[in-house]
Structure formats: C-alpha cells, structure tokens
C-alpha cells in the first residue's frame, strides 16, 4: 500500500508583507505545488493522496480555488482522502459540504475518527475538525472496533512538539503521543505543524510549499510505504514551487548609505524567488538605512522584504553622552528615559541627526 | 595641554620642518606665500590626525588632502607633535595623514605607547581633552572669518554660543535642529486632524479604508459560503423532490403494469369460456314483452262500477212534471220600488207644511221703511254747531295774515277744511263731506307746497272755503225739499212718526214675505207628487203594470206586488227541475262508464287468453290460473335472460379489455409495462416508489411535479445568485494584504510621529537645561576678564539661558547692556572670552586647551587689533595661545609685549616657488 501525505498548503492564505501581485503568485504557487503532489501521485501510482487538513482557508477560500480544487481532483486517477483541518474546518459553507465532488474523494465529516478501509485488512481511520478552534484530541480513548490494520489521518498537535512551532500556534485537536499506540493505530499522519517531524508513530509533513521567512526542515510531501505489520517507510519528496530566501547582511563595514545598498545588493543578486533580508551591524554615522530604497534592488525577485535587524548605532554615544553640550544632553536624557532599545535608537539617531543637520531624519 | 612642537615631516610645503612652540603665547608671522595656513593645519593634524574609513571621506577631509598634501610626495604626508599635557605627561604624537598607519603616540618618559588611550582609527589627542577632531577645530581653533562674522554681525555671537553648546560647534545649533525636526515632522507626519492631508492622516484614512474593504470582503465572502450552502441545499432538496417524482412515476407505472396484467388474465380467463359472442334472447323480448303487458293490463285493469240510487228512467219521470219559470216580476223592480217611496214621501211632506199663514196689512203712502227712514233723517235740524265755530276762524284767519306764515295758515286752512269734510260725511252727507274733504287735503297740500312762494295767503283761503259754503247751502236746501216731499205724500213731517211709520211698513213687509215663501213651498211640494206619480206609473208601466189611472195607483202598486210573490213561488217550483235534469246526466254517465268498465274488462281477459295461448297456456282456465301460468313462464323466462346477459357482460367485458387488440397483444403490453415499471424503480430508493392510498395519484403526481419544479426554480434561483456574488466577490487575502499594508505604513508613520516627538521632547529639554548650566559658566567667564580687557568699562556680565545672549554691566551707569549693541572691538572681545569660557567648559578633561588662532586681527583697525592682543596675551597666562598673522602691526605688538619664556614670535619667510622648505626656519624667540 502505498500513500502520498501532505497536510497545510493553505490555499488562498494571504501574504501582508507582500506586494500584490507578489502575493497573487505566491497564491498561485501554492496550486502549482498541489499539482506537483497529484503529478507525483501519479507518477508513484500511490493508492491514495491524503490531506491532513488546512488545504484551504475557509475564511479566504475564492470560487476559483474551489473549482480548481474539484476540477484538480477530479482528473487522478487516485484516491483523494481528505480531513478537514482548523482552517478548512467542515461546515455546512465549507467547500467541503457544499461541492459535489468527483467520486474518488472521501472527506471525514466526523469530529471523531471514522473508518475508511483502504484494503483488506486496513483501515484509515479519520477525524474532522468542525470549528475553527476548541476542537478536542482525537485519540484519547479511541478503540478500532475491528481487526486489521489501523492508521488514521487528521489535523491534531501534538503536545510535546508544540513548543518547537512557530510562535503563536495554537494546539488544536491535542494529543500525546502515546495515545497512538495506545488506540492500537499503526502510524498517524498529522497535519497543523509546519515543522517536518517523522516520529516512530506519526508524521507531519510540514507545509509543502513555504508560507513563511526562515522556514527549515525539509518539507514537502511524504510518500509513505505501508508495510504488512503496520510500520511504514518514508521518503520525503520536495513539490514546493516557491523559492524562498532568509537572509541577514551586516553593514558594519558601510561607511554610508552606498556601502548599504552595495552589500543588500550583492547578497540578493545571485537569488531567486522571495527574499528576507534582515540588516545587521553598526551603521556608520554618516550613513542612512532607508529600507524603502533597498526595498527597490529586489526588482529581479519575486518579492524582496528587507528590514532592520540589530543595527547598531554608529555614533560614539558613550563620548556623545559624556558632552557638556546639548547633543550630550539629550543622548543622556534618551538613554535614561527611554527603555525600547529600538525606540532609544531610532530617538537618539534622530536627534544627532537633526543635530548634524541632516535630512534623513527617519530612522529605520 | 600644550604643544610644544610641531615638525612637519611632509605637510604642504614642508619637510622636515620644525615649528617650536612657547607655553604662553606664540606669534607666528610672515608674509602671504609663507606657509602659515600649511602651518596652522599642520598643528591641527598634529593633533588630531584624520579619521580612517574607506572611500574618499568626507569633502572637508578631501579639502584639506587637496590643500596639505606635499606638493611633490603626495603619497607621503606626515606630521609630528611634542605635547605637554597637564598632568606632567610628555607625548610625542605621529600622524600617518596619507595611510593612516603609522600613527601612534608616545609617552616620552616612559616610551610606551599611549595610541590606544586617544584612538579613534587613528590617534586624536582631542580625545585627552574631551574632544574629538571636529569639536577640537571647532573649539580650539579662531580663524578670521570667525571674528569678521561676529564684528559684522552681532548675532553671530549668540548664534556661536548656541552651536558650541549644542554640538561642541560642528554642527547645527539646538534650535536649529528642532526646527529642522519640527518641519520634518509637519512634512512627514502632519497634522491628525479630520481635515489635515498630510502623510500620518492619509496613512489614517487609508487604514480605515483598508479595514473597511477588508470588513466588506469577509462579509461578502461569508454571505458566498451561506450561498453556496443555500445552493447545495437548495439542490439537495430539488434532488429530493425528483427522486420523490420519479419514485412516484415509477409507483405509477408499477400499478398500470400491473392493471394492465390484470386485464390481460382477466381477458384471458374470459376468452377461455367464450370462443365467440354468446346468443342472443333478442327475439323473444318482443313476446315477454307483450305477455308482460297483458299480466300488467290485466293485474291493473279497473274495479267493476257498482251503481246505486235512482235510475235514469225514474228521474227523467220527475223532470217531466216539473213546471215552466214565471214571465214577470219574482220580486218588486226597484224602479218601482224607489218610485213608490218618492210618492210616499211627498205626500207626508204636504201633510207636514200644513195650512197657509196669514195675509200681510198694506204699507202707508205706499212708501217703504226705508223710504220712511230717509225722508226722517232728511227732515232732522242738521244746522251744525261747528259753522259757526269755521267761520269765526275764517275771520280770524282773514285778520291775521302775517307775512312769513303764509304756509302754516294754509296748511291750518286746509286742514280745517277736511274737518268740515269729515263732519259733513258724519252728518250723513257722504257726498258733500268727501268733496268738502278732499278739497281741503288738496287745499292744504296744495297750499302747503306753494304757499312758500304765495304771498297773499288769505285771498287763496277764501277760495278754498267756496266749497264748503256751497255744501253747506245743498243741505240746507235738501232739507227744504224733503219738507215738501212728505208734505206731498201726506205723512207727518216729524221724523219720529216717520220713523214709526217706518216700523210698520217694515212688519208688513216681513208678513208678505212669509206668505209668499209658503205659497212657494207648497207649490214645489204639490208640483214633485205628480212628477213622482208619473214616475210610479211610468214604472209599472215598464213593468207591465199599463192602463192604470193614476187615482188607483195604489192599488195597482199593490196588485204588482202581489203578482211578485206568485211569479217568486212559481219560480221556486220551476227550479227544482234543473236539479232534476243535472242529476240525470250524471246518472246517465255513470251508467255508460260502467258499461264501458265491463267491456274493457272483457278486452284484457281476452288479451290474456291470447297471449297465454300464444305461449302455451290453456287459454281456457280462469283469469287467475292464467296469471299464475304466465307468472311462472316469466320466471323462468327470466332466469335463462339472465344467464346469457351475464354471458353477454363478459364478452363485452373482455372485447373492452382487448379494445381492438388480441389477447397476445394485450399480454405482450402487460410485459412491456412490467420492464418499463422495473426500469423506472431502478435505482431509486424503495421508500419513494410508493403512491398515497387515500388520494387521487394523478394529483399526488402533479403536486410532485409542480414541488419539484418549484425547488428547481428556488435552485436556479440560488445558483444564480451565487453566480453572481462570484463575479464580484472581492479576494478577502488581497483586502488582508492591502489592509496589512495600509496598517503597516500607518505604524510606520505613528512611530516615526512618536520618535519624532520624543526627540523632541529630549531636545527641548536638553537645550534648556544645557543652556541653564551653561549661562552662568559664560557669564562667570567673561566677567572675570571683562574689566581688565574693557579697561574697566564694563564690569560684569551675563547669559540669558534661554537664548544665550550677552548683556554686559556698564561702569559708569550701572545699566546692563545687551552684548550685541556694543562697539565691534568690545564684541569681538567678549568673543574671545566667551570662545575661551567655552572651550573650558567642553574640555571635560581637566587639561586646558590651547588657543589656535588665524589672523584674527586682520580686520580690525589698530586699536582694536592692540586691545585683542592684550587680551589674547593675558589668555595665554592660562592656556597657551598660537597665533598666526601676517600683519606687521602684530609682529610689532608681539615684538614689545611678549617676553621669554613663557612667550615667542616665529617669523616666517616667504617659500620659493618649487624649492621645499626643510628646516631653514628655526624658531625664534622673541
């Protein structure tokens, strides 16, 4: 028995630091990359594509994702096995109810684990999440109520990997691992992490195509091997479409806004795709980092951020301070009243600056 | 700090060269071309060094490359210090200007390397007095153009202060900087008002808008999914209804195809017992029929008449002894009878008027009464009183005539008149009265409208009276003639027995008139009796009652009377003979329906005989065994019609089954039903297939049709719409992304709004503050050289904190004056003394500052340059002080001031063109 496991390419989810129509391809990217799984599915003849949820954002779902997605599965030949995730939750609106789809797509409605056999002997159990949020474990005290084989496929967190996410992600569907074992399933495959995991018991893809900067870990789609006894085999295959870049240049060397621009633009130059810049460094006091203009050197990418990390100021405040003078003054009075670093910086830049008479008076 | 040295190893000009020096004040003078500006930076740099960074630096450092770099070894650029710093250290500084490598400083007691304690790139003792290289210039160094600004304008002092205190001198003053921010802040941020247009309200109203686009987008995409559920729902439900139509349908077809199998084994059962149509019993209906009809005559015929009472023969013998009706009268006409009571009636009449009255007396000189009454009155004394009485005042009035009363005598006369008038009318002379009146009202009228114009009123008056008078003379003479009529008719001439008289013949003539009136009554009467008694025998007459004299007319009036009560008795005999003859006809008729009765009794019964021997029955039994035969041979004609009518029913019944068709077709439809009914069930649930028991299934399937239908429309109706919303729903991720986007330049621009303000704020408060420190110090400052160098003009001074200007105490009148109004020598004192109270302020170090100064003086008239000098001498007593001039005034001041050691003069030569100076100046003391 062979599987293909993804889980959160959330379609249509948006992009705010994006330019539009970077992130009407980004948007755009993410089918293409739902076309690389089925193509892949094809191509390995899996028996079955599963979704563990978050394939779409309901709050966000267009009519054209939704004839793309009816349209997508309907042309494999695969079985299409999908469960509702907390974005993509069932409800009677949800895409998933309200569209007829082809008959090679079966969709969990249930808020418990439901079987589907998938052959002799082996069951893929199933769950759905029917609310955005509060949705309970799955697995706790679940019991097959039949022989064979069991896996199951849903959108749940795993407790113990939660603290390893991205900051603010909630723990839907909770359970603890043990509590696989413990229901007598083979092998889980989850979705909702977007950090790869291949535990002994169960799997998280991770989201197939990048949704974020400084995303890590392989992520894609897992073709999965399911073996006699119930134990599968892995091979993670990458099908993301965009190309995604997380970098940090330093500017310590910059003398001046050129030396800045010199540096982002070198680093970006050789890239592809979007990019993240992150500017670190002490910046020499004559120099200016005007995001806004760095922001122009990405015209060769598909979407260029660029934003101010740890940029040090270049000015000699501990001498400035030491003046008997008002610049002195004032450096003192902000490095004592204000306790934002940031806010102190962007304070302390602007009235030196205004003091030496320049024009640059924003500060990253 | 003091320096001590400066050696040039490649600056400009220079190699190798050596500039000493003195711990006060040194004088370094020469012509133009001497090297002194070469020198004067030469010592700066010495100093300071220059700052290490890549790229061509900034354009005063390029500046001071293209002025000092050694004209003929560019690559080489190199200067030397010895300075003396205050607390006892001796520091030899090199500076590596071209590379900034080789720069180090050196404590020369000790040989170790102090570059680190002054490192900034390169080594800047600044640094040991709390400056660095652009504060130790600004700070340090005075040049000309410094001392021009502040004599040309007095501002420029203040301004001086103000940029030191900010930034040490480099750069912009505080205020300056805060209005530079304050614009930055207008132009990039603006104002928060509704109105406002600037960058930080657009951001504002570009948020709302945003969020606004975003609310409407997810509204509209939540009502798309309600839409597209109602669609899914809407064709769930028309899904329903069809399949609830069509398991109907399929219900429907299911009962034909089995109806129609019905009829197929029915009509096979059927042609099973009838090969052919069954016969017919036709041709004896006619027969039942007629045998019906006779038992139905003969069971209905009528009862036999029995006839009773008197026979025809007898009543006709009555009705012939009956007599005939009377000719005449049965009972008196009433022409008779009206005209015997008129006759009766007048005759009473008569008798009531009775006798005659009595005959009338005649009337006396046949005058009647009111003859006599008139000829009395005419002889009554009519003389009136009252005559006399008018003609006394006609008197009077003649008299009287008074001119202007002329209308009212007139009137007066006039109306006297009408009282004559009026009295003659009541002295029963109407005639005269109303001619002796209406004259006086047309007297008094007349007069009363012209009199006003008529002066001789009494002439009118007389006139007027004529009348009168003459009515007064035809009464008199009417009296006169009434005399001599009653005297002529020989009656008494007094009016009473006239009046008797009068009475009498009044009497007779009542008498004569009762007479007449019962003489006329009894005429009437008598002439009404004959006319009645004509009448009465006119009546009889036409009653055939003739010849009769009217003397008799009682009598025949009687006889007629009689003669009625014999015809009324004749008459009553006479009509018992109708009653006779009615009782005969009906007799007769009686008796002919009972003939006619029995003979057609005897018809039926032969009827019956007939028609039993028609069918069988002996036609000689009794009417009753007949009827029981023929009842019998109905019943089982009856029996056997019955069987071969139901036969008939089931050939028709099976000719309607195959309406036109065989058997076998009827069979093979009942199968094709069957296949159709199964194909149409296939598929649907068994549920539906199903049709209501207790209603019409036509109309149960119209209903189905007409559900269905319906929620087909609601479902093309809800597609539809959802059509629609998708053709204009907006991108919700696109509306998140611009309103991600607006949001984010609005937090861009609040917290630039917020740095800015908070910068502000500091700078603000740093001014203040600073410039409160700092006043005092100035003023302490420039007030403990203040009398000296204003030769005790001025005693003390002051700083405003706010704005940092100068007042000064004059000497002489104790008012303070503001620093800027006073003589351009005193400013550019005070100047040096405020440049030099600043530069001990901004040293933080504890080492006092040498004093650069370039030809500072070279403006001032001799006067002013001997008082500079005097006090940039006294300065030097604290600090050391350089100065470089290429004045000879100077020089000469130099010469006669300074004194060894504590003060020199360098006197420089003017350099050859393309020679280089190496060592060919030594110092020179002065």
Same mark, same amino acid.
């Given at each position: 028995?062979?599987?293909?496991?993804?889980?959160?390419?959330?379609?249509?989810?948006?992009?705010?630091?994006?330019?539009?129509? !970077?992130?009407? %391809?980004?948007?755009?990217?993410?089918?293409?990359?739902?076309?690389?799984?089925?193509?892949?599915?094809?191509?390995? %003849?899996?028996?079955?594509?599963?979704?563990?949820?978050?394939?779409?954002?309901?709050?966000?779902?267009?009519?054209?994702?939704?004839?793309?997605?009816?349209?997508?599965?309907?042309?494999?030949?695969?079985?299409?096995?999908?469960?509702?995730?907390?974005?993509?939750?069932?409800?009677?609106?949800?895409?998933?109810?309200?569209?007829?789809?082809?008959?090679?797509?079966?969709?969990?409605?249930?808020?418990?684990?439901?079987?589907?056999?998938?052959?002799?002997?082996?069951?893929?159990?199933?769950?759905?999440?029917?609310?955005?949020?509060?949705?309970?474990?799955?697995?706790?005290?679940?019991?097959?109520?039949?022989?064979?084989?069991? &896996?199951?496929?849903?959108?749940?967190?795993?407790?113990?990997? &939660?603290?390893?996410?991205?900051?603010?992600?909630?723990?839907?569907?909770?359970?603890?691992?043990?509590?696989?074992?413990?229901?007598?399933?083979?092998?889980?495959?989850?979705?909702?992490?977007?950090?790869? %995991?291949?535990?002994?018991?169960?799997?998280?893809?991770?989201?197939?195509?990048?949704?974020?900067?400084?995303?890590?870990?392989?992520?894609?789609?897992?073709?999965?091997?399911?073996?006699?006894?119930?134990?599968?085999?892995?091979?993670?295959? %990458?099908?993301?479409?965009?190309?995604?870049?997380?970098?940090?240049?330093?500017?310590?060397?910059?003398?001046?806004? !050129?030396?800045?621009?010199?540096?982002?633009?070198?680093?970006?130059?050789?890239?592809?795709?979007?990019?993240?810049? !992150?500017?670190?460094?002490? &910046?020499?006091?004559?120099?200016?980092?005007?995001?806004?203009?760095?922001?122009?050197?990405?015209?060769?990418?598909?979407?260029?951020?660029?934003?101010?990390?740890?940029?040090?100021?270049?000015?000699?405040?501990?001498?400035?301070?030491?003046?008997?003078?008002?610049?002195?003054?004032?450096?003192?009075?902000?490095?004592?009243?204000? !306790?934002?670093?940031?806010?102190?910086?962007?304070?302390?830049?602007?009235?030196?600056?205004?003091?030496?008479?320049?024009?640059?008076?924003?500060?990253? | 700090?003091?320096?001590?040295?400066?050696?040039?190893?490649?600056?400009?000009?220079?190699?190798?060269?050596?500039?000493?020096?003195?711990?006060?004040?040194?004088?370094?003078?020469?012509?133009?071309? /001497?090297?002194? *500006?070469?020198?004067?930076?030469?010592?700066?740099?010495?100093?300071?060094?220059?700052?290490?960074?890549?790229?061509?630096?900034?354009?005063?450092?390029?500046?001071?490359?293209?002025?000092?770099?050694?004209? @003929?070894?560019?690559?080489?650029?190199?200067?030397?210090?010895?300075?003396?710093?205050?607390? #006892?250290?001796?520091?030899?500084?090199?500076?590596?200007?071209?590379?900034?490598?080789?720069?180090?400083?050196?404590?020369?007691?000790? #040989?170790?390397?102090? /570059?680190?304690?002054?490192?900034?790139?390169?080594?800047?003792?600044?640094?040991?007095?709390?400056?660095?290289?652009?504060?130790?210039?600004?700070?340090?160094?005075?040049?000309?153009?410094?001392?021009?600004?502040?004599?040309?304008?007095?501002?420029?002092?203040?301004?001086?202060?103000?940029?030191?205190?900010?930034?040490?001198?480099?750069?912009?003053?505080?205020?300056?900087?805060?209005?530079?921010?304050?614009?930055?802040?207008?132009?990039?941020?603006?104002?928060?008002?509704?109105?406002?247009?600037?960058?930080?309200?657009?951001?504002?109203?570009?948020?709302?808008?945003?969020?606004?686009?975003?609310?409407?987008?997810?509204?509209?995409?939540?009502?798309?999914?309600?839409?597209?559920?109602?669609?899914?729902?809407?064709?769930?439900?028309?899904?329903?209804?069809?399949?609830?139509?069509?398991?109907?349908?399929?219900?429907?077809?299911?009962?034909?195809?089995?109806?129609?199998?019905?009829?197929?084994?029915?009509?096979?059962?059927?042609?099973?017992?009838?090969?052919?149509?069954?016969?017919?019993?036709?041709?004896?209906?006619?027969?039942?029929?007629?045998?019906?009809?006779?038992?139905?005559?003969?069971?209905?015929?009528?009862?036999?008449?029995?006839?009773?009472?008197?026979?025809?023969?007898?009543?006709?013998?009555?009705?012939?002894?009956?007599?005939?009706?009377?000719?005449?009268?049965?009972?008196?006409?009433?022409?008779?009878?009206?005209?015997?009571?008129?006759?009766?009636?007048?005759?009473?009449?008569?008798?009531?008027?009775?006798?005659?009255?009595?005959?009338?007396?005649?009337?006396?000189?046949?005058?009647?009464?009111?003859?006599?009454?008139?000829?009395?009155?005419?002889?009554?004394?009519?003389?009136?009183?009252?005559?006399?009485?008018?003609?006394?005042?006609?008197?009077?009035?003649?008299?009287?005539?008074?001119?202007?009363?002329?209308?009212?005598?007139?009137?007066?006369?006039?109306?006297?008149?009408?009282?004559?008038?009026?009295?003659?009318?009541?002295?029963?002379?109407?005639?005269?009265?109303?001619?002796?009146?209406?004259?006086?009202?047309?007297?008094?009228?007349?007069?009363?409208?012209?009199?006003?114009?008529?002066?001789?009123?009494?002439?009118?008056?007389?006139?007027?009276?004529?009348?009168?008078?003459?009515?007064?003379?035809?009464?008199?003479? @009417?009296?006169?003639?009434?005399?001599?009529?009653?005297?002529?008719?020989?009656?008494?001439?007094?009016?009473?027995?006239?009046?008797?008289?009068?009475?009498?013949?009044?009497?007779?003539?009542?008498?004569?008139?009762?007479?007449?009136?019962?003489?006329?009554?009894?005429?009437?009467?008598?002439?009404?009796?004959?006319?009645?008694?004509?009448?009465?025998?006119?009546?009889?007459?036409?009653?055939?009652?003739?010849?009769?004299?009217?003397?008799?007319?009682? /009598?025949? =009036?009687?006889?007629?009377?009689?003669?009625?009560?014999?015809?009324?008795?004749?008459?009553?005999?006479?009509?018992?003979?109708?009653?006779?003859?009615?009782?005969?006809?009906?007799?007769?008729?009686?008796?002919?329906?009972?003939?006619?009765?029995?003979?057609?009794?005897?018809?039926?019964?032969?009827?019956?005989?007939?028609?039993?021997?028609?069918?069988?029955? @002996?036609?000689?039994?009794?009417?009753?065994?007949?009827?029981?035969?023929?009842?019998?041979?109905?019943?089982?004609?009856?029996?056997?019609?019955?069987?071969?009518?139901?036969?008939?029913?089931?050939?028709?019944?099976?000719? *309607?089954?195959?309406?036109?068709?065989?058997?076998?077709?009827?069979?093979?439809?009942?199968?094709?039903?069957?296949?159709?009914?199964?194909?149409?069930?296939? #598929?649907?649930?068994?549920?539906?297939?199903?049709?209501?028991?207790?209603?019409?299934?036509?109309?149960?399937?119209?209903?189905?049709?007409?559900?269905?239908? /319906?929620?087909?429309?609601?479902?093309?109706?809800?597609?539809?719409?959802?059509?629609?919303?998708?053709?204009?729903?907006?991108?919700?991720?696109?509306?998140?992304?611009?309103?991600?986007?607006?949001?984010?330049?609005?937090?861009?621009?609040?917290?630039?709004?917020?740095?800015?303000?908070?910068?502000?704020?500091?700078?603000?408060?740093?001014?203040?503050? =600073?410039?409160?420190?700092?006043?005092?110090?100035?003023?302490?400052?420039?007030?403990?050289?203040?009398?000296?160098?204003?030769? #005790?003009?001025?005693?003390?001074?002051?700083?405003?904190?706010?704005?940092?200007?100068? *007042?000064?105490?004059?000497?002489?009148?104790?008012?303070?004056?503001?620093?800027?109004?006073?003589?351009?020598?005193?400013?550019?004192?005070?100047?040096?003394?405020?440049? =030099?109270?600043?530069?001990?302020?901004?040293?933080?170090?504890?080492?006092?500052?040498?004093?650069?100064?370039?030809? =500072?003086?070279?403006?001032?008239?001799?006067?002013?340059?001997?008082?500079?000098?005097?006090?940039?001498?006294?300065?030097?007593?604290?600090?050391?002080?350089?100065?470089?001039?290429?004045?000879?005034?100077?020089?000469?001041?130099?010469?006669?001031?300074?004194?060894?050691?504590?003060?020199?003069?360098?006197?420089?030569?003017?350099?050859?063109?393309?020679?280089?100076?190496?060592?060919?100046?030594?110092?020179?003391?002065?």
């Amino acid at each position: 028995m062979k599987l293909l496991l993804f889980a959160d390419l959330h379609l249509d989810a948006p992009f705010a630091w994006a330019r539009p129509e !970077t992130a009407r %391809r980004r948007r755009a990217n993410r089918r293409e990359t739902l076309r690389h799984i089925l193509a892949l599915a094809e191509e390995e %003849r899996v028996d079955a594509v599963l979704c563990a949820g978050d394939l779409f954002e309901h709050d966000r779902v267009t009519p054209d994702t939704v004839a793309f997605l009816q349209s997508s599965f309907a042309r494999t030949d695969r079985k299409v096995v999908l469960a509702p995730g907390n974005h993509d939750w069932l409800s009677p609106q949800s895409p998933y109810a309200t569209v007829d789809w082809s008959p090679n797509v079966s969709i969990y409605t249930d808020a418990r684990l439901t079987p589907l056999p998938l052959a002799d002997g082996l069951t893929l159990w199933g769950a759905a999440h029917r609310a955005p949020a509060n949705t309970d474990g799955f697995f706790a005290g679940f019991r097959p109520d039949r022989g064979g084989i069991h &896996l199951a496929l849903a959108h749940a967190s795993e407790s113990s990997l &939660l603290g390893w996410q991205e900051p603010g992600k909630q723990p839907h569907a909770p359970f603890e691992a043990a509590e696989i074992t413990a229901a007598g399933l083979s092998h889980a495959f989850l979705g909702h992490y977007h950090l790869p %995991r291949d535990a002994e018991r169960h799997t998280y893809p991770g989201n197939p195509d990048p949704l974020e900067f400084g995303e890590e870990g392989e992520r894609g789609a897992v073709l999965v091997a399911v073996q006699a006894d119930g134990s599968v085999q892995r091979d993670r295959r %990458r099908v993301a479409v965009s190309e995604v870049h997380d970098l940090t240049v330093t500017i310590d060397a910059a003398q001046h806004a !050129t030396d800045v621009v010199a540096a982002v633009s070198d680093a970006i130059a050789p890239l592809t795709g979007c990019v993240r810049v !992150t500017v670190e460094g002490e &910046l020499a006091p004559d120099a200016s980092l005007e995001l806004a203009e760095l922001q122009r050197l990405g015209e060769h990418l598909d979407g260029l951020v660029v934003r101010a990390g740890e940029v040090r100021v270049g000015h000699d405040v501990d001498a400035i301070a030491a003046e008997p003078t008002v610049r002195g003054q004032f450096v003192r009075d902000a490095t004592e009243q204000i !306790t934002d670093p940031e806010q102190r910086r962007r304070v302390v830049l602007t009235g030196l600056r205004a003091l030496e008479g320049r024009p640059d008076l924003e500060v990253a | 700090m003091r320096i001590q040295r400066v050696i040039a190893r490649a600056f400009g000009p220079f190699h190798e060269r050596a500039l000493d020096l003195a711990p006060g004040m040194t004088v370094v003078a020469g012509p133009n071309e /001497s090297g002194k *500006s070469s020198w004067h930076a030469a010592v700066r740099l010495a100093v300071t060094g220059l700052r290490r960074g890549k790229g061509p630096g900034t354009a005063a450092e390029r500046q001071l490359a293209e002025r000092h770099r050694p004209w @003929d070894q560019p690559d080489r650029w190199e200067v030397e210090a010895r300075l003396q710093l205050d607390d #006892g250290r001796l520091i030899d500084i090199s500076q590596d200007l071209a590379a900034k490598v080789a720069c180090r400083a050196v404590d020369v007691a000790l #040989g170790r390397d102090v /570059s680190d304690e002054i490192l900034d790139g390169t080594p800047d003792a600044a640094r040991w007095l709390g400056l660095d290289r652009d504060s130790f210039a600004t700070t340090v160094a005075v040049n000309q153009s410094q001392i021009v600004a502040v004599a040309d304008a007095a501002e420029s002092l203040q301004e001086h202060m103000q940029r030191a205190a900010a930034t040490r001198g480099t750069d912009a003053t505080a205020a300056e900087a805060i209005a530079r921010l304050e614009q930055f802040r207008k132009d990039a941020v603006g104002a928060d008002t509704v109105a406002a247009k600037g960058p930080l309200r657009t951001a504002k109203n570009r948020a709302g808008a945003a969020d606004a686009a975003l609310t409407l987008a997810q509204r509209q995409h939540a009502e798309y999914l309600h839409d597209a559920a109602a669609v899914d729902a809407a064709e769930r439900a028309a899904l329903a209804a069809r399949i609830q139509l069509e398991g109907a349908i399929a219900a429907q077809a299911r009962m034909q195809a089995a109806e129609i199998a019905a009829r197929a084994a029915r009509a096979a059962a059927l042609a099973a017992r009838h090969a052919g149509p069954p016969p017919s019993l036709a041709a004896d209906d006619q027969l039942a029929a007629r045998v019906a009809a006779a038992r139905d005559a003969w069971e209905e015929r009528p009862a036999p008449l029995e006839l009773t009472g008197r026979s025809a023969h007898d009543i006709q013998h009555d009705l012939d002894a009956v007599p005939a009706p009377p000719a005449g009268d049965v009972e008196p006409h009433p022409s008779v009878v009206a005209a015997q009571r008129t006759v009766a009636g007048l005759e009473q009449a008569i008798q009531l008027l009775g006798d005659a009255p009595r005959q009338p007396a005649a009337s006396p000189a046949g005058l009647d009464a009111p003859r006599l009454r008139d000829l009395a009155r005419r002889l009554e004394d009519r003389e009136l009183p009252e005559a006399a009485a008018l003609e006394a005042e006609l008197s009077r009035l003649r008299g009287s005539q008074v001119a202007g009363s002329n209308v009212t005598v007139a009137v007066a006369i006039g109306l006297v008149v009408l009282a004559a008038g009026v009295v003659l009318v009541l002295a029963s002379m109407p005639l005269a009265g109303a001619t002796v009146g209406l004259a006086g009202l047309l007297l008094a009228a007349v007069l009363g409208f012209t009199g006003r114009r008529t002066g001789g009123a009494a002439g009118d008056a007389e006139r007027a009276l004529v009348p009168y008078r003459e009515a007064a003379e035809r009464a008199r003479l @009417d009296r006169e003639r009434a005399l001599e009529e009653a005297l002529g008719l020989g009656l008494p001439q007094e009016p009473a027995a006239l009046e008797r008289l009068a009475d009498e013949a009044a009497a007779a003539a009542q008498a004569a008139a009762t007479h007449a009136a019962w003489q006329e009554r009894r005429d009437a009467l008598a002439a009404e009796l004959d006319n009645g008694r004509r009448d009465l025998v006119s009546a009889l007459a036409d009653r055939n009652v003739d010849g009769l004299p009217q003397g008799d007319l009682p /009598s025949a =009036v009687e006889a007629y009377l009689a003669a009625c009560r014999d015809n009324a008795a004749q008459l009553r005999a006479a009509e018992r003979g109708d009653s006779l003859r009615g009782e005969l006809t009906a007799r007769r008729a009686a008796e002919e329906a009972a003939a006619s009765a029995a003979r057609r009794e005897a018809g039926m019964l032969a009827g019956l005989r007939s028609i039993a021997g028609e069918i069988g029955i @002996d036609d000689g039994l009794g009417p009753d065994e007949i009827c029981a035969a023929i009842d019998a041979w109905r019943a089982e004609r009856a029996g056997a019609l019955t069987a071969s009518q139901q036969a008939l029913g089931e050939w028709q019944q099976l000719q *309607s089954l195959l309406d036109g068709g065989t058997l076998q077709e009827l069979q093979e439809e009942a199968a094709r039903r069957r296949q159709r009914a199964n194909e149409l069930a296939e #598929g649907l649930p068994s549920a539906v297939i199903a049709l209501p028991i207790d209603s019409d299934p036509d109309e149960h399937l119209a209903t189905l049709r007409r559900v269905a239908q /319906s929620l087909d429309h609601d479902h093309d109706v809800a597609r539809g719409t959802l059509d629609a919303r998708r053709s204009t729903l907006p991108d919700v991720a696109e509306a998140e992304e611009a309103a991600a986007t607006a949001q984010a330049e609005l937090e861009r621009v609040t917290r630039l709004a917020a740095t800015i303000d908070a910068t502000l704020g500091l700078l603000r408060a740093a001014q203040e503050r =600073v410039h409160r420190d700092l006043a005092p110090i100035l003023a302490d400052a420039v007030g403990r050289w203040l009398p000296d160098v204003s030769r #005790g003009a001025y005693l003390e001074a002051s700083v405003d904190p706010a704005s940092l200007r100068v *007042s000064v105490k004059e000497a002489a009148t104790g008012r303070w004056r503001d620093a800027r109004l006073l003589s351009e020598g005193t400013r550019e004192q005070i100047y040096l003394l405020l440049r =030099v109270a600043m530069a001990e302020h901004l040293v933080t170090t504890g080492e006092r500052a040498p004093l650069l100064l370039d030809e =500072v003086t070279a403006q001032a008239d001799a006067e002013r340059k001997r008082q500079l000098l005097d006090v940039m001498h006294r300065l030097s007593s604290e600090r050391q002080v350089i100065l470089f001039t290429h004045d000879e005034e100077v020089l000469a001041w130099a010469e006669a001031a300074l004194r060894e050691p504590e003060d020199a003069i360098v006197r420089l030569q003017p350099i050859r063109v393309g020679a280089t100076a190496r060592f060919d100046v030594a110092p020179e003391t002065a």
